[in-house]
């Protein structure tokens, strides 16, 4: 399931991040316990100031994030495999298999397959995940295009 949790910039995000990946089990507990000791609270992009002892908040937030870096947010109980779910190689977004091909009322187009961390959160910039090239999804944009699922779905031939 992937969706966005986030309803208010003080509770949610960044200041819910550090016990987020702590609860998933993703960093250490004496990192959250360092991190909440020193009053810290770091927003993406700088969207707020940074509250706490900058260095330390900052140095505890850049190992928090490398520790989740490879991870996709808005999907944090899909394990990354470097085989995917149906153990096939995980595709890149450069890899030239990434746009498939549908015929559409006689026509045949072509779709991109899946999302990159960046493509689907492009105004995070300065979180390490931002910059993978793994693509996610790929099964469910090449299913919802096969021709008779858009026909069970009644997508219509000009989408």
């Not at 960093?27 to 316990?33: F, R, S």
């Not at 870096?69 to 944090?76: Q, T, V």
């Not at 890149?92 to 961390?117: C, L, Q």
Request: proline share 6%; aromatic share 14%; charged share 20%.
């Amino acid at each position: 399931m992937v969706g966005n949790g986030a309803t208010n910039w003080d509770f949610d995000v960044s200041p819910s991040f550090p016990e987020t990946v702590y609860n998933f089990n993703l960093i250490p507990k004496p990192m959250l316990d360092s991190y909440n000791e020193n009053g810290c609270i770091i927003y993406f992009n700088n969207f707020r100031p940074t509250n706490g002892s900058n260095e330390t908040c900052t140095s505890l937030f850049n190992q928090m994030s490398e520790l989740t870096s490879d991870l996709n947010w808005y999907d944090l109980y899909r394990v990354p495999n470097p085989l995917g779910s149906a153990g096939k190689r995980v595709l890149k977004a450069t890899d030239d298999e990434r746009i498939g091909t549908v015929n559409i009322g006689g026509e045949e187009r072509t779709f991109k397959k899946g999302y990159t961390f960046a493509e689907y959160t492009p105004w995070i910039k300065n979180h390490p995940g931002a910059f993978s090239e793994h693509v996610f999804g790929d099964e469910v944009t090449t299913y919802i295009n096969q021709a008779d699922v858009r026909t069970a779905l009644n997508i219509p031939t000009e989408v």
